[in-house]
């Protein structure tokens, strides 16, 4: 039962997590229903934003917030797109939700452009560019470039966008020839035309608008292909009326017209239409001017009946040049202020030039002048403007490509750095390598040389070995000589007397038998010299110290040095383990020689004893000039010192003082053989 709260808290926080991800979900889908409205749906949209920070997972949130995004698309509320994108785009960031980052970007763009902020639109639109790019998804990238080749054509950076839209068919030509991906060929190709319009590249903007006829012509869907289809016709009619071919632009117009769905489907497609008919035809100057008026008052009547500005301020503008043709100034001078008056409410600054230009053709005096001043002013200033906004866009492009090269360049140095680290470490591992195979060398070399060392000196106890064997057996010899000769003889001629004796009782027998008593007693003190001569091993005590003190001599009397060998009485040298024996025997010559090489003694005390312990003890102390344990390196010698005392888990001693000597001391655990 101590359980029970806490499983009932953790019971209560699940189901409450529960109904929080079903509201979520249900106010998703409630925000995604068609049968509400945009205004509806977004409220929706916003409680699932709600229970989604309450979940406090950043991934549920930023989902919510992106159809909120979407809907703020659909429903032109460009200020809350940009508020609720930039929040996009900080969780993205956090999330380094690439695909999410690109998104944020794409609609920050799409805002600022729908407010006319070209310059921070391209930025948000080059990111996106750069980030689809980088996840392959050339949809989004060649969607991105339509937008940013729109605004570059509307800021006159034809080039720019020309190059922008190539870059964006050459994208959608890999993809599926579904309607989404004709369309957009379709929207590329019609740009191409435009731009090369304006670029006075007639016969290509009308090969442009060909190719997006074509493309057109694969849309299995009936309005979205009869849209594209008039604008592309109009587009090539007006294209060919700035070409100064008008019979053609005029018969293209009429065959436009002889659809009979233009005027319900697109009125202002066909005011349009009627309107530049008009112009055309007022441009040949072969046709008269009450059709051509009919056809522009057809064309305002229709726009201002429709409430569309921007076709109603182009047939005004048209209309002013026509009345000032034909020398109606008032009604030219009427035209025009609609035209200039609707150019300034839709901030379409072409259309102010153009009318502030008929205005300073239709009045006279100062007042003309006046208007022709603005009209340099306004054109200047809005040359200055569109040349900084093309600046900002190269700017853009020129650091991005100045990021892109610099990361080009770190990742060649990058790769450079990588290929010296790997020499680096390829040749340390070679010179590591030789290194050690030099030393493995070595240690066998020395490993040999001490191989060999300890077979002369074992030899050498083997060689004295047998002589002590061979003098033992030439003393065994002597004695059974001497008992064989000797005393046995004496003993058999004693034998022999007493035993003629024995049958005799006389008094000189007796005597005699007394003398041979005596001599037998003789005798036996000869059996007991020689039992005594059995006994005692003189020859057992030499071998292994007279090697040691054959190698002290030798080498004392060799470099002049006086000396003093203490061996203590009662070390079982025969009981001790030859590899001590051969290990202690280089030992002392290694110190040895260390003594009259480095240390310029003249006097050398050298001991050997056994302690509490039954270690053996080798002690070695010169009046040489010592050394300073601390800034000492250790030497061959010392080290093979070490190597042998770890041979034999022995322990080394050394105490120097500078000027005054060094004593070394060893202490070897005894194992008998």
Request: aromatic content about 10%; overall charge positive; proline content about 1%.
């Amino acid at each position: 039962m101590k359980y029970f709260p806490l499983l009932v808290i953790i019971l209560f926080t699940s189901l409450g997590l529960s109904q929080t991800s079903d509201s979520i979900y249900h106010y998703r889908l409630l925000s995604k229903d068609d049968n509400f409205t945009i205004s509806e749906q977004i409220s929706f949209a916003k409680k699932a934003i709600k229970f989604s920070i309450e979940t406090n997972q950043d991934t549920t949130i930023l989902v919510s917030k992106k159809r909120l995004s979407y809907l703020y698309i659909l429903n032109q509320n460009y200020n809350d797109l940009k508020l609720i994108n930039f929040e996009n785009l900080s969780l993205s960031k956090k999330l380094r939700d690439t695909a999410s980052i690109a998104n944020a970007n794409y609609c920050l763009g799409y805002s600022y452009s729908q407010n006319h902020k070209s310059d921070s639109a391209y930025y948000y639109y080059y990111n996106a560019v750069k980030l689809y790019d980088k996840l392959n998804d050339h949809k989004n990238q060649a969607a991105v470039l339509v937008n940013m080749a729109n605004i570059q054509e509307t800021e006159r950076d034809y080039i720019g966008a020309q190059n922008n839209v190539i870059r964006a068919i050459s994208l959608f030509d890999k993809l599926p020839k579904d309607n989404y991906n004709l369309d957009t060929l379709w929207s590329l190709y019609n740009t191409l035309g435009i731009i090369s319009g304006e670029l006075q590249q007639y016969d290509n903007s009308i090969d442009y608008h060909n190719k997006a006829l074509k493309n057109n012509s694969g849309i299995t869907d009936i309005n979205i292909n009869f849209f594209n289809q008039i604008y592309s016709k109009i587009n090539i009619a007006s294209t060919y009326r700035k070409k100064k071919d008008y019979n053609n632009a005029i018969e293209k117009y009429n065959n436009i017209l002889q659809d009979n769905r233009l005027r319900s489907k697109d009125p202002s497609s066909y005011a349009y239409v009627i309107n530049d008919l008009a112009y055309s035809m007022f441009l040949r100057g072969k046709d008269s001017n009450k059709k051509i008026e009919k056809l522009y008052r057809q064309a305002f009547n229709l726009s201002d009946s429709i409430l569309d500005k921007n076709i109603k301020m182009t047939v005004s503008l048209n209309f002013s040049a026509y009345f000032q043709s034909t020398n109606q100034l008032d009604s030219a001078a009427y035209y025009s202020a609609i035209a200039y008056n609707s150019g300034k409410d839709l901030k379409d600054y072409k259309t102010i030039l153009k009318a502030l230009l008929q205005r300073s053709k239709i009045e006279k005096g100062e007042p003309s002048k006046e208007y022709l001043f603005e009209y340099i002013k306004l054109n200047d200033s809005l040359l200055l403007a569109e040349r900084a906004v093309r600046n900002k866009f190269m700017k853009i492009d020129f650091e991005t490509a100045e990021i892109k090269e610099e990361n080009q360049q770190m990742s060649r140095q990058r790769l450079w750095l990588i290929i010296i680290s790997i020499g680096l470490l390829g040749v340390l591992f070679f010179l590591y390598v030789i290194k050690t195979q030099r030393e493995k060398n070595k240690e066998l070399l020395f490993e040999r040389q001490q191989q060999k060392t300890n077979e002369e000196i074992y030899n050498l106890m083997l060689s004295q070995q047998d002589k002590i064997d061979e003098a033992r057996s030439l003393e065994k010899n002597r004695i059974s000589k001497d008992i064989h000769d000797g005393i046995l003889g004496k003993l058999f001629g004693v034998r022999l007397s007493l035993d003629g004796l024995n049958l005799s009782t006389t008094i000189e027998a007796t005597q005699k038998r007394s003398v041979y008593i005596t001599e037998l007693k003789n005798i036996e003190e000869e059996i007991r010299k020689v039992s005594h001569e059995l006994n005692s091993d003189f020859i057992g005590k030499s071998g292994y110290l007279d090697i040691v003190k054959t190698l002290v001599d030798s080498q004392m009397t060799a470099y002049d040095i006086s000396y003093k060998l203490d061996i203590q009485e009662g070390i079982n040298w025969d009981a001790l383990d030859n590899k001590i024996k051969i290990h202690v025997y280089r030992i002392l010559q290694e110190t040895m020689q260390n003594t009259y090489k480095h240390a310029k003694a003249t006097v050398v005390d050298i001991s050997f004893h056994l302690n509490d312990n039954n270690n053996l003890i080798l002690s070695v102390s010169d009046n040489g000039e010592g050394f300073d344990l601390q800034k000492a390196k250790k030497g061959i010698g010392l080290k093979n010192i070490d190597s042998r005392m770890q041979e034999i888990n022995g322990k080394l001693i050394i105490d120097s003082i500078i000027s005054k000597g060094t004593k070394i001391t060893i202490s070897v655990p005894i194992l008998e053989n």
